[in-house]
């Protein structure tokens, strides 16, 4: 208003921005747990256990048994804009989940964060963080990989922790996350527990680290995920063009389902949700189903990093094709032509 003191402008404390940018990363609980199941995954852990108290909102615990990371370090996990999976050069080339350094640092601005790890040769060593504040490196009793605890998530944003959604919803967002990286990491052991009664609590979901060569282990994992039903209804994609590539499995129309939740994307081994590929995925089954019914589908798309951009958004479940027109064109036709090849074989198989 006239007359008011002209407003001062003010740098903001470390506090404040990492709480500001926590936001973008960590929208709820499952955001969390997204950004730290990646993390166990890019250390090279082969086993994953996610336990959480009341949806998430109280508690959330990721352990794995992968690199780990040595008490000298353990600081600098913690600090904003510190991360081991890249050095600034290349922002197309992130072949790891991570590569903004951002996800711990923001996890401790929005709860209460305590980081224990050990590294091979290393004694193990933990630190906390509540409201940004970090605490001193002090010694802890693990054998080996990381364990993240994150406990009251937004305990000091009272506005945010009133968007949360029902226990029930949280913790089905999060099984949706653990579900879908299981998916892209069939080698990968995952565990998810309900601990909100305290105790060893109830298992939610398990899926023991498949074996075989990469399709076998990728289509007994997306058996135990999707359902036999979906797989045994399913016809098995390989399919190349422009330089991308695409494997997995695409339902049978006769499989199709009453909505779009069974159709999970990958792209370079992201679980993603993006417009353009599920439109593209429509579009390839456009004249075999009829409007209000969809395709089930699992589908990896690889290409060379230089053709995507994964840096679109902190939460980086979208990305940027360099030729959209390619990855759709690539979809459809891809999906197309092993639709109606499996046509042809099924009509063959009824002549006979
Ligand atoms: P980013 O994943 O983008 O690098 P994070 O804040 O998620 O950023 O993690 C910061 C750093 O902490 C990582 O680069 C990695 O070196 C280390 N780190 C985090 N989680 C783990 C883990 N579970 N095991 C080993 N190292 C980890
Ligand atoms: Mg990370």
Redesign the pocket.
Known sequence: NIGDPRPQIRQLDEAAINRIAAGEVVERPASAVK?LV???I??GARRIDVAYGDGGKTLIRVT?D????APDDLPL?LARH????MDGSDLLAIHT?????????SLGAVGRLTLA?RAAGEDAAEMNVTGGAASAVKPAALNGG?V?TLRDLFHATPARLKFMRTDRAEAQAIGDVVKRLAMAEPFVGFTLRDVSGGGAGRTVFRADPESGDLFDAMSARLARIMGREFTDNAIRIDAARDGLGMTGFAGLPTYSRGSALAQYLFVNGRPVRDRMLTGALRAAYRDLLSRDRHPAAALFIECDTALVDVNVHPAKSEVRFRDPGAARGLIVSGLRHALAEEGHRASGTVAD
């Open positions: 950004e990646e993390n166990a890019d250390a794995d992968g690199c780990g990371i996990a510190a991360t081991s999976k989940f991570g590569f903004r350094g951002e996800a711990l640092a790890s990381t993240v």
